[in-house]
């Protein structure tokens, strides 16, 4: 499968237990992205990275949260002393960016967290 | 800050009928997405548009982004039950094409055999 891969699926924590995602894009796209999204909402945008340059961060996005792409291939997204307002799907997406403009913007299947 | 609208918030056809689903903004659109979502599942890439006026299609699924480019319609001729769904269209927020995309709440789709 050469889609964009995300890791875990699922995870349920403690209060106050630090959590991390994986994102794994298509391979060659430089674009990566972190989007989070709540139960009947849509998706909410927090970060995303060209190459491993994060561009920009959402105000959504706390101290407490931390993204990095090392290498410009994988992303991980942390999560630190979690809080049940945390609890939401973490979805990760890619795409080519050539010149002005962004490519076709494929998302994972998601990481679903749970705060207990 | 800009706000999608999707209408309906649901639907439920008959299969094989055709449906539209809407999306409307308050802003000028510089690119629109759409995806299907399964519950608790990711988002399956539909279509994207960056153009007023333009048209893509894709099996039974038609999408277009009206000329003054405040409006997208998503059209599905003879629908299946593979077409249920949540349908969420999302719109780029700036003119470089970032993709940090707001989205609508989207349409959920229910097809009765």
């Known amino acids: 499968d050469t889609g964009v891969s995300q890791d875990p699926r699922h995870k349920i924590t403690k209060r106050g237990q630090n959590v991390t995602f994986r994102c794994d894009p298509i391979s060659e796209h430089n674009r990566l992205y972190w989007y989070r999204q709540t139960l009947g909402q849509g998706p909410e945008f927090l970060t995303y990275f060209q190459n491993e340059a994060q561009l920009e961060k959402s105000r959504l996005l706390s101290d407490r949260f931390s993204a990095e792409r090392p290498k410009g291939s994988f992303s991980t997204l942390e999560i630190q002393r979690t809080e049940q307002g945390d609890s939401a799907m973490y979805l990760c997406a890619s795409s080519l960016r050539t010149g002005g403009l962004g490519g076709e913007l494929f998302f994972g299947e998601g990481s679903r967290l749970t705060v207990l | 800050s800009q706000e999608l609208e999707q209408s309906p918030q649901s639907l439920i056809v008959q299969e094989g009928k055709n449906l539209t689903i809407n999306c409307t903004s308050s802003k000028t659109l510089y690119g629109l997405y759409w995806y299907k979502q399964k519950y608790g599942e990711g988002l399956i890439f539909l279509m994207m548009?960056?153009?007023?006026?333009e048209e893509k299609s894709h099996e039974k699924i038609t999408a277009k982004l009206d000329e003054k480019k405040q409006q997208s319609s998503l059209h599905i001729t003879a629908s299946q039950p593979s077409h249920a769904g949540i349908y969420l269209c999302?719109?780029?927020?700036?003119?470089?094409?970032?993709?940090?995309?707001?989205f609508g709440q989207g349409t959920r789709l229910t097809i009765n055999p």
């Open positions: 999302g719109a780029d927020k700036e003119t470089q094409g970032a993709q940090k995309l707001v």
């Open positions: 548009l960056q153009k007023g006026g």
